[in-house]
């Protein structure tokens, strides 16, 4: 009498719960349906009732069910998860196939319970998609911010250089031949961008630099020589506050460096310069040879060229001067 008793409530706990709960015998044939799984999934009992569970569901979602029973049937002791998207309905459903095991360690049936978690979903959707949105916007703003920034450190450049009417626009020019030389090679993908920015303000740090050094007609002192060498790594201090993710400033720092090692600031050599500053390098250096300076005249297209290709593996990395010296002589550099 008391396992009756047992038994009607345990059937009565089942019917009433807020979870749907559907069990098969170990074939998979339908014996209950509760009705928190008729309100869920939008489905009667009697039509399913007496039914293979695999049949009870569209042609598409047939083999995943299918899969589940074969798998419970083989490991009783195991549970399946399956998130259902039922566009008919417009609900997502967690489904949780089990197997029900007897006294004797058989199998004797399968429960399918499943809970309505299309608003918890949505919700996580919504959380998402608001997190999102939020790191776009966030991003957008500190794009818009880093380029106002580095449109100012540019300006800054234009105005230093209009001072001297010998180096007036130089930055643009040694910009727009990096970007040939780095575009010829690679394209134009995300580092393109990081080049012209490095070459426009690779000079910035002459701001720092007294003008009667920087003007100065004679030959440099070594003492005014050695401030001069202060611009690059003045340069890199000033962007990599702008240049959270180090893109442009490891090329402004080193576009001093020389392949074979006696540049400044650290002496680096051959593929240890930063990619950037080996192109900017020569780029920088062309135009300063083409410009009139005011200790000298401007060299000719030749004689210069043929100076970039005479310091090849020394000053310059060779595999860059053969692609700047191919550019120069089919006219993309004039």
Not at 118 to 126: F, I, L, P, R, S
Request: with cysteine.
């Amino acid at each position: 009498m008391d396992n009756q008793i047992n038994t009607d409530l345990f059937c009565m706990l089942i019917r009433q719960l807020s979870e749907g709960v559907i069990i098969t015998d170990p074939n998979g044939v339908i014996l209950f349906v509760n009705q928190a799984a008729e309100q869920i999934r939008n489905i009667s009992a009697k039509d399913l009732l007496g039914h293979n569970a695999i049949n009870c569901h569209a042609k598409s979602s047939a083999p995943k069910v299918e899969r589940a029973i074969s798998f419970l049937q083989s490991n009783p002791d195991k549970t399946y998860h399956r998130m259902v998207n039922d566009e008919a309905n417009q609900k997502i459903y967690e489904n949780t196939y089990t197997g029900i095991v007897g006294d004797d360690q058989e199998t004797v049936g399968l429960a399918i319970i499943t809970r309505d978690v299309t608003k918890a979903v949505k919700a996580d959707e919504a959380r998402a998609y608001t997190h999102r949105t939020q790191e776009i916007i966030m991003g957008q703003l500190k794009n818009q911010y880093q380029d106002l920034l580095l449109n100012s450190m540019e300006m800054l450049t234009n105005l230093l250089e209009t001072k001297d009417q010998y180096t007036d626009g130089h930055s643009k020019r040694v910009a727009m031949i990096a970007g040939k030389l780095y575009q010829h090679q690679y394209g134009i993908d995300e580092h393109y961008l990081d080049i012209l920015w490095a070459a426009k303000l690779h000079d910035i740090g002459k701001i720092c630099i007294p003008d009667n050094i920087l003007h100065k007609k004679k030959k440099l002192t070594a003492s005014e020589y050695s401030k001069i060498k202060k611009h690059s790594r003045i340069a890199s201090d000033i962007i990599k506050t702008l240049d959270t993710e180090n893109r442009i400033t490891p090329s402004i720092l080193h576009h001093h460096e020389q392949f074979g090692g006696s540049g400044y600031p650290l002496g680096l050599t051959k593929k240890d310069i930063p990619l950037g500053a080996r192109i900017i390098s020569i780029a920088d250096a062309y135009d300063a040879m083409r410009s009139v300076r005011s200790y000298r005249d401007a060299m000719s297209f030749d004689n210069a060229l043929d100076e970039i290709s005479r310091n090849s593996g020394t000053q310059f990395d060779p595999e860059w001067v053969e692609i700047f010296i191919e550019l120069a002589r089919t006219g993309s550099i004039g």
